[in-house]
């Protein structure tokens, strides 16, 4: 009989209240290293750097927590920034030839930075060259004019226009022609050519009407720009930059073939032909290019001379490299990738006689390096922040929330041991502009990652600034290639140039099979598991000294003899025999090899009963870390998964078989579509007559669900397992509880085994003689066999079970062990809650069949209210495969509300989700940036930051901007508030005009109501592997949703069928 169900009338509205008081979205801060960064710029009265992306990102930094980000409108690349000394404004440059700029405005005590006027090159007639009047066509180098707020606008044609920068409009009758510079230049040096582009444009410190202007073509002219007249002339190399000395006697150059030139500016013929001292310093073979040269003055009267490139051209042409050179001193810094741009934090005060630089911040593409030039050695100095996530590839990630002060202290003090400085030595580190106004943080969290060369990174996850505490690598355990490497590296320092390797970005790993795929640490015991791609397990235990000790090695065989499989993979990593040096901090207790050595998929640690389970794509075990003895081995092949067998490094793959199983699903469901044909217009006309009848109008109808097509029970994968869980409930009966195990597959089969833990000795480490043994309890097997993405137990309260030691020692509420125990059950298509220990189905929610997408990511987190401190509510956060996070109530399953998070198109975003215990997350944007967001209204990790900056006395035009703090919108993230700015098209009307301003996308309140149910939460570790599925539903998304919309609801079918063993 078809059922007809009808929702109550109208939404309560104090629910409705009460969602606004416990979730808000928000995109809020970006962690790590700006993705693919082209422009840099420094302030050297406030302190603060401005880093310019390739997708038109502007990001400044000052001390930790004080950051601004802006985005342009258009995703042009930003070629060069420069900053309005002590005005807290900066001029960009894009590749389009607009300029923009950009402020720092505060607004009730904290500043943002919002997008002020912008200036797109003019197409008026006379400007396009025909008319031979100048050509602004396009913009090669950008200086600021320290008198009249003015800005040089050196182009492609040699022209130099000048713009006025409080309005970004063109100064008529200011420009500089080449023509007119060509006056001065002797006769035999014209030889009836140009000369050339607009290399470089330098002002002078002491004396703002004089410019150095340098032309491609090796032209250097110092021009007064108040007598319109060229003071000095100095004809050069093809050139490549211009440094201009602060007392103006000196002026270096740098060129094409490798070196640089020293020129007297003040003593000398004009035309001066040749320079003081003339050195090409990795000659005398051919050389590249010198890109950008400094000078940098000291009352020791030994210089700096900073310059970058300039290597050989045949032996180190490949070498990205900055050259320190002060007096015979020479030190060619080795990158491992592209100079962008660099710069020294020196004395720029007028009454300063020399610069005595301090550090010598280097951007690279793909990490920023700063040097103390005040110790020597030149060491490098640890940044606080900007630290580059992907020094290797990230390849899993965790969050711990609520870091004890004890083990906090611990992995900082080992972090500290790891380098000569501790990095948080912010003393040190040059750029510390702003204040940062936030509160410290209640609480302590820990960011874990894990990377393609066996390292696992801590990171400081507490505030904006994310900072590095701890690093552990797990290579050292294996026998790789590392040894062989370094000493090659060894032995290459001796050899001229006398490079020394500065950074930490390297992306390449020695073995791919170290890469880490799952991590999990007990923050009570210190105790962690770190899982990789070779089956290897490791318990691990943090110690504060070093150690010499042997690693324990176990084999576990999940293939448990079956017959008719032959692992085509990778081969397991061989361990290093006998006694290892071990540095202070996690140190590994035992090692276990899953056999065949596929990629860990899921990993669990139960420190309080001493075990570790772990799940790969051929089954689970578990294992007794205390006793060093594996307890329980399962296979969850199918017999026609042969995929499994051959690994993720395998070519393996049978390509037959794909298309034999893509085809079979297409006649399937169009078989099924014939049969559906007939009965679905009967039953069509059926629901549009009851539909007439149903009542009054405001009576809101179930929507209509779409039809889900079961999984086929030979589908390639189907034995992974997805999750594993511990719990302390009721299996067996429901008259006594104890130690469970529980694990789901990629098939939708759900396993639960009861566990026998004898009590270990009070205080010690080592279990009495008796094992532990564990029983199969239950077996569930879904439906449509979704893979099951996530397990966890709820009380009698309806609360999530606390973690291992936190009930025991007093650290959180005990659960309630008098009423009846649930599992709630999360698999890509539904959520399900079951009573135990009968395993009978009691709430569901359909997710796929209701909303049209699969769960991706699960957590349980708690939402805190803004208006009451006290009270709280336990939800089910997800992340489905658009892209779109659900919150749900516990247990009832109602939805609550709905946010757009990330574009349904950012696969390796969505696979590298991960949420928080108190309703935040993180996923990423790109390889070195992590996005962070908040599901709760009063749980927001954002920059709250002031900056003192001075404006100038003749800034007459301020727009009308937003009172709102803008989140500007992401390269790859869901769009906030995208500021309008005020437009100047070459038009000298400074009026400024409000901007428009987009609002962010309102939540998608559900009307229905919550369980009042408060408690504890706990995280169900979801991170995984980006899969097939994941591809396919990109590719195949809105071919599958209109299908399903297409698709008629038929009476509802049992979800799962549950075999009692």
Same mark, same amino acid.
């Given at each position: 009989?078809?059922?007809?169900?009808?929702?109550?009338?109208?939404?309560?509205? @104090?629910?409705?209240?009460?969602?606004?008081? +416990? #979730? %808000? #979205?928000?995109?809020?801060?970006?962690?790590?290293?700006?993705?693919?960064? &082209?422009?840099?710029?420094?302030?050297?009265?406030?302190?603060?750097?401005?880093?310019?992306?390739?997708?038109?990102?502007?990001?400044?930094?000052?001390?930790?927590?004080?950051?601004?980000?802006?985005? !342009?409108?258009?995703?042009?690349?930003?070629?060069?920034? !420069? #900053?309005?000394?002590? @005005?807290?404004?900066?001029?960009?440059?894009?590749?389009?030839?607009?300029? !923009?700029?950009?402020?720092?405005?505060?607004?009730?005590?904290?500043? !943002? /930075?919002e997008e002020a006027l912008h200036f797109q090159a003019p197409s008026w007639p006379g400007f396009d060259g025909a008319s031979g009047l100048p050509s602004l066509a396009h913009i090669t180098v950008v200086l600021l004019v320290a008198v009249g707020d003015m800005a040089a606008l050196g182009t492609e044609g040699g022209s130099i226009f000048f713009l006025d920068v409080p309005t970004l409009t063109l100064l008529e009758g200011q420009t500089l022609g080449p023509d007119e510079v060509l006056r001065s230049v002797p006769d035999d040096y014209r030889c009836g050519k140009a000369l050339g582009p607009v290399e470089s444009l330098q002002g002078h410190l002491r004396d703002p009407t004089k410019i150095l202007i340098g032309y491609s073509r090796g032209l250097l002219v110092i021009w007064n720009q108040a007598a319109r007249c060229a003071e000095r002339i100095f004809l050069g190399n093809q050139l490549e930059s211009v440094c201009w000395e602060r007392s103006g006697h000196t002026?270096?150059? &740098?060129?094409?073939?490798?070196?640089?030139?020293?020129?007297?500016?003040?003593?000398?013929?004009?035309?001066? *032909?040749?320079?003081?001292?003339?050195?090409?310093?990795?000659?005398?073979?051919?050389?590249?290019?010198?890109?950008?040269? +400094?000078?940098? &003055?000291?009352?020791?009267?030994e210089h700096f001379v900073i310059f970058s490139g300039g290597m050989p051209r045949a032996s180190y042409g490949d070498r990205h490299c900055v050259s320190v050179l002060q007096a015979e001193t020479l030190v060619t810094l080795d990158f491992t990738s592209r100079v962008i741009d660099f710069f020294t934090v020196h004395s720029t005060r007028p009454e300063d006689e020399f610069d005595e630089p301090q550090a010598l911040a280097v951007l690279?593409?793909?990490?920023?390096?700063?040097?103390?030039?005040?110790?020597?050695?030149?060491?490098?100095?640890?940044?606080?922040? /900007?630290?580059?996530?992907?020094?290797?590839?990230?390849?899993?990630?965790?969050?711990?929330?609520?870091v004890p002060a004890k083990l906090w202290a611990r992995i900082v003090s080992a972090g500290e041991q790891q380098s000569p400085q501790p990095a948080s030595g912010a003393s040190s580190w040059p750029i510390t502009g702003g204040r940062n106004l936030a509160q410290e943080p209640s609480q302590r969290g820990l960011l874990l990652t894990g990377h393609e060369d066996g390292t696992v990174r801590f990171w400081d996850a507490s505030g904006v600034a994310l900072r590095p505490l701890y690093k552990l690598s797990t290579a050292g355990l294996f026998q790789t290639d590392c040894e062989h490497a370094d000493s090659l590296a060894q032995a290459a320092e001796d050899d001229w140039p006398p490079f020394r390797k500065v950074g930490c970005f390297d992306p390449y790993s020695d073995d791919p099979r170290l890469g880490v795929q799952k991590v999990a640490l007990c923050k009570y015991t210190a105790q962690m598991v770190v899982a990789g791609t070779a089956g290897q397990v490791l318990v691990l235990e943090l110690s504060d000294t070093p150690a010499e000790q042997a690693v324990?090695?176990?084999? /576990?065989? /999940?293939? @448990?003899?079956?017959?008719?499989?032959t692992w085509k993979g990778h081969e397991r990593l061989s361990p290093r025999l006998g006694p290892l040096p071990w540095p202070a901090g996690f140190q590994p207790r035992a090692l276990i090899q899953c056999l065949p050595p596929a990629a860990v998929t899921a990993v669990t640690l139960h420190a309080e009963w001493g075990l570790v389970a772990f799940g790969t794509s051929h089954g689970f075990g578990l294992f007794d870390y205390l006793r060093r003895s594996p307890v329980l081995a399962r296979c969850t092949l199918h017999p026609s998964d042969s995929l499994a067998m051959e690994g993720p490094l395998s070519r393996v793959k049978s390509l037959k078989k794909s298309l034999r199983q893509s085809f079979r699903r297409i006649r399937k469901s169009r078989a099924s579509g014939k049969k559906r044909m007939v009965a679905g217009s009967k039953l069509q006309e059926a629901n549009a007559q009851l539909a007439e009848q149903a009542g009054p109008q405001d009576v809101e109808v179930t929507p209509v669900q779409r039809r889900i097509e079961p999984r086929s029970a030979d589908d390639s994968l189907s034995g992974v397992v997805r999750c594993l869980y511990f719990a302390d409930t009721f299996l067996r009966d429901a008259a006594h509880h104890g130690p469970t195990m529980w694990a789901g597959t990629n098939s939708g089969s759900v396993f639960a085994y009861a566990l026998e833990v004898p009590a270990a000795v009070a205080g010690g480490e080592k279990r009495p003689e008796r094992a532990?043994?564990?029983? =199969? $309890?239950?077996?569930?097997? +879904?439906?449509?066999? %979704?893979?099951?993405?996530?397990?966890? *137990? =709820?009380?009698?309260?309806?609360?999530?079970?606390?973690?291992?030691?936190?009930?025991?020692?007093? =650290?959180?509420?005990?659960?309630?062990? @008098?009423? $009846?125990?649930a599992v709630l059950i999360a698999s890509e298509e539904q959520f399900k809650v079951f009573t135990l220990p009968k395993v009978s189905a009691k709430t569901k929610f359909k997710l796929t069949a209701h909303e049209g997408c699969r769960v991706r990511k699960v957590a349980l987190a708690t939402f805190a209210s803004v208006a009451c401190e006290d009270y709280t509510e336990t939800c089910l956060a997800c992340l489905t495969n658009l892209g779109d996070v659900h919150v749900f109530s516990v247990p009832g399953l109602r939805p609550q509300v709905h946010y757009a998070c990330i574009r349904k198109e950012d696969i390796s975003g969505i696979a590298s989700c991960v949420f928080t215990r108190h309703g935040q997350g993180f996923y990423l944007i790109s390889p070195s940036e992590f996005e962070r967001f908040s599901l709760s209204a009063r749980n927001i990790t954002e920059p709250l930051c002031s900056l003192d900056v001075r404006w100038p006395r003749d800034a007459t035009c301020v727009s009308h901007r937003s009172r709102e703090s803008p989140k500007l919108s992401q390269a790859n993230g869901t769009p906030g508030i995208?500021?309008?700015?005020q437009s100047h098209d070459g038009s000298p009307d400074p009026i400024c005009k409000e901007a428009d301003t987009l609002e962010p996308p309102e939540a998608m309140l559900s009307p229905m109501s919550i369980d009042s149910a408060t408690s504890a939460d706990t995280t169900l570790d979801t991170t995984g592997d980006m899969t097939v599925e994941d591809v396919k539903d990109f590719l195949g998304s809105s071919e599958e949703s209109e299908k399903n919309l297409r698709n008629l609801s038929e009476e509802e079918a049992r979800a799962c069928a549950i075999l009692i063993k």
């Open positions: 009989m078809m059922k007809f169900r009808f929702r109550r009338q109208g939404a309560d509205p @104090q629910r409705e209240k009460l969602k606004q008081e +416990l #979730f %808000a #979205f928000h995109k809020t801060v970006e962690h790590g290293f700006p993705n693919q960064p &082209s422009a840099l710029a420094f302030d050297p009265e406030l302190h603060i750097m401005a880093i310019g992306t390739r997708s038109g990102a502007v990001k400044i930094y000052g001390a930790p927590g004080v950051e601004f980000t802006g985005l !342009h409108r258009d995703a042009a690349t930003v070629t060069q920034m !420069h #900053f309005l000394p002590g @005005q807290g404004r900066v001029l960009t440059l894009l590749d389009d030839d607009s300029l !923009h700029l950009w402020e720092i405005v505060h607004h009730d005590g904290c500043a !943002h /930075l002026v270096v150059s &740098s060129h094409s073939d490798g070196s640089y030139a020293i020129w007297a500016a003040d003593t000398g013929d004009s035309p001066a *032909v040749q320079p003081t001292v003339a050195t090409t310093p990795y000659g005398p073979f051919p050389c590249k290019a010198i890109n950008k040269v +400094l000078w940098r &003055s000291c009352a020791s009267g690279l593409e793909e990490e920023l390096v700063v040097l103390d030039l005040q110790t020597p050695g030149w060491p490098a100095v640890p940044a606080p922040y /900007l630290a580059p996530l992907h020094s290797s590839a990230i390849t899993c990630s965790a969050h711990v929330a609520n324990g090695v176990a084999s /576990l065989d /999940l293939l @448990q003899d079956r017959e008719g499989f532990v043994e564990a029983v =199969l $309890g239950k077996e569930v097997q +879904l439906m449509h066999r %979704a893979p099951v993405v996530a397990i966890a *137990v =709820l009380d009698g309260r309806g609360r999530p079970l606390p973690e291992p030691y936190e009930a025991s020692r007093d =650290l959180a509420q005990a659960p309630d062990m @008098q009423g $009846g125990h995208i500021l309008a700015p």
